[in-house]
């Protein structure tokens, strides 16, 4: 941001240049003794802990051949290596920062620095760094050090290049611009382009065409739609276009967003739904989760990942150079007067230094959750509502834990179902009930066992946390009732022990499921969040609670629907399980619950799919049985024709 807001204000002189300076594998040449001495003058309490981990030689196993380097280099992958480079750095920086001008600047982000002002100033930095740099492990790379005049990106022809260059310097004197903190070998992906519009539309589309298309084939291949999700989720972020989002303005980037959009699009319809989507059903995958899949528009995702940057950097670029504060907080001005203009007219927004990226993205994206929310259609209506929830729509947003993978066809039918896609192409007849079951696979039978198995992986989870939380817990316990009109009741799962904060007695827990998407229940599922949960609480209540009272028993009714919501019962339960587990298992709380919920909302999914799979593959193979049995029939029609008009039959 500070490279790119000074090169704003002075670039435009044609002898002013941007000087990258790179150094030879600096990370293991550092010498030991120069970091750890500056470190220390920044840090002297780790001056002790400093000496044991560098007091002795560095060993590397390369080919089953040991080597030593002897007090050079960095610890791979050690946390405080990033700090000790700059530590090591500092000393060459501040004497680079004496030899600079007003109007010039110099920068570093751990062994990369970058200089921007004039050629002869420029050139006596560069022939300092060269020969003070080796004193503390940086020796010059200068096939890899460039020099680009900055008037090339306003179209102004630059000053000749000077002869006192050093021999080797890279000078470009033809593209209007370059990427700062790039690596051609891949070690990493965090460059971000300054130059003109063209190029740096030119450079990001040719970065999609280079990183993204080839690891989308990838991705393709691996035929495992959960696995595939794992990596489009990370997609952006490994081939560094999140960074490109973040750190260059929105108006430099309009030309490829919708090119990036469409190479998204059809891989999470090829790796994922397994079919093309209509723009509707695009629109709400883009929605952030949990309602949509997070595949947020390219537009929206500059847009807010430039002015959250800008905005949480604000202060260290103040520490910098404090006359670009000025300029880029009319820059921040501008992006919050566009994000306004994206909004409701009855939604406020105000920028904050607690605001964050996401932040701004439920915010440009409020107009298309009001589309859905305020749907023609109750189905969509009621799918937004259903998904509102971040517990419910978990598997969406975690990481796969061992033992929490969906096949291939499980995924897909629950990412068809999140999206209201057909998953057949006509309604078809439950072989089980005789009732007719519609193209999104909304329908609740009884006689087929998809209930029943629905219900008892939520009840089974509960009991196995209770287990290893030590809390005494049976399953399918049957209560004898003396006093009511019960004589006997058979509990989801009994506590002989009160649950702290929700009963006083022992307590009967009672699971209850209903589908917001049978037609039944969708006037009531369309009030609010959630209301068909606690309409499947109230009715077992009015059914057992008063039978229980009567016989010293609390009841807890569980309500649960179909996309996942659980109730405030529900959740009170299990964090009470998720607590008492955290403790005995000696994990942290978070920890804990983080994969309790991502279970549960993995188990409730999985099942559902599995349901709707079996019921599917019934039908299909009865339309099987009896179009072979037509079949048949007609052979044996033919015969008989044959047969009577005396015409022999081959064998």
Not at 52 to 65: I, N, P, R, S, T
Not at 291 to 317: D, H, R
Not at 411 to 417: P, V
């Amino acid at each position: 941001h500070a490279i790119r807001a000074h090169i704003e204000r002075v670039g435009s002189d044609p002898n002013y240049v941007l000087l990258l300076i790179d150094f030879t594998n600096a990370f293991n040449l550092m010498k030991r003794k120069t970091f750890l001495t500056e470190m220390v003058k920044v840090v002297p309490e780790m001056g002790k802990y400093l000496l044991a981990e560098y007091g002795c030689d560095k060993k590397l196993v390369f080919d089953h051949v040991v080597l030593k380097s002897k007090g050079l280099g960095l610890i791979q992958g050690q946390s405080e290596g990033p700090a000790l480079c700059c530590a090591n750095e500092d000393p060459i920086l501040r004497q680079v920062q004496e030899m600079l001008e007003q109007d010039n600047m110099a920068l570093a982000l751990m062994d990369d620095i970058s200089v921007t002002a004039p050629q002869e100033v420029a050139i006596k930095v560069l022939k300092f760094i060269e020969i003070e740099g080796p004193k503390f492990g940086f020796d010059t790379n200068f096939p890899k050090t460039v020099a680009l005049p900055t008037s090339l990106i306003y179209g102004i022809k630059p000053n000749p290049k000077s002869p006192l260059w050093p021999k080797g310097v890279s000078w470009i004197q033809s593209e209007p611009g370059i990427e700062i903190g790039g690596d051609e070998d891949g070690a990493r992906e965090l460059g971000s382009f300054i130059g003109s519009k063209a190029y740096i539309e030119k450079q990001v589309k040719k970065k999609i065409d280079e990183k993204v298309k080839p690891l989308a084939d990838v991705i393709l291949e691996m035929h495992d739609p959960h696995c595939a999700w794992e990596a489009i989720k990370r997609l952006p972020a490994i081939v560094g276009l999140d960074y490109v989002f973040r750190t260059t303005p929105p108006d430099l980037l309009e030309g490829v967003c919708d090119y990036y959009d469409n190479v998204m699009r059809k891989l999470f319809e090829k790796a994922i739904i397994g079919k093309a989507l209509s723009d509707e059903e695009w629109e709400m995958a883009q929605l952030p989760a949990p309602v949509g899949w997070g595949m947020t528009p390219a537009w929206a995702k500059s847009l807010a990942g430039y002015t959250a940057s800008l905005n949480s950097n604000m202060a260290e670029i103040q520490k910098i150079r404090n006359d670009l504060v000025a300029p880029l907080e009319l820059t921040l001005n501008k992006m919050v007067g566009i994000i306004i203009s994206h909004l409701p007219k009855d939604v406020n927004f105000t920028l904050t230094s607690k605001t964050k990226q996401k932040d701004i993205v439920e915010a440009l994206l409020k107009k298309r959750h009001v589309q859905f929310s305020e749907h023609m259609d109750i189905g969509v209506r009621i799918l937004y509502r259903q998904q509102n929830d971040r517990k419910a729509q978990a598997i969406k947003t975690n990481t796969i834990r061992p033992g929490l993978h969906m096949d291939a066809a499980e995924f897909e039918t629950y990412a068809r179902r999140s999206l209201g896609v057909d998953l057949i192409s006509k309604p078809v007849k439950c072989l089980a009930c005789g009732k007719i079951a519609d193209q999104k696979g909304d329908h609740d039978c009884m006689k087929d066992g998809a209930v029943i198995k629905r219900h008892n992986v939520v009840r089974d989870l509960y009991f196995d946390t209770a287990h290893e939380g030590l809390v005494e817990c049976k399953r399918e316990n049957t209560l004898k009732l003396l006093n009511g009109d019960l004589d006997s009741y058979r509990a989801d799962l009994t506590f002989d022990n009160p649950i702290p904060g929700l009963t006083s007695k022992r307590t009967a827990l009672d699971f209850t499921f209903h589908n917001a998407n049978a037609q039944s229940y969708q006037k009531t599922a369309e009030k609010q969040q959630g209301a068909l949960a606690l309409l499947g609480e109230k009715e077992k209540i009015n059914k057992f609670k008063n039978a229980l009272s009567n016989n010293k028993w609390d009841f807890l009714p569980m309500g649960l629907e179909a996309m996942g919501y659980c109730s405030e019962n529900c959740k009170d339960v299990a964090y009470y399980l998720i607590a008492r587990k955290s403790i005995q298992k000696g994990v942290p709380f978070a920890e804990t619950a983080s994969e309790f919920w991502h279970r549960l909302s993995f188990r409730i999914h999985q099942q559902v799919s599995r349901n709707i799979l079996n019921r599917y593959r019934r039908v299909s193979y009865n339309h099987g049985e009896e179009a072979q049995e037509e079949e048949e029939e007609e052979k044996t029609f033919n015969i008989n024709i044959i047969s009577n008009n005396s015409v022999s039959i081959p064998k």
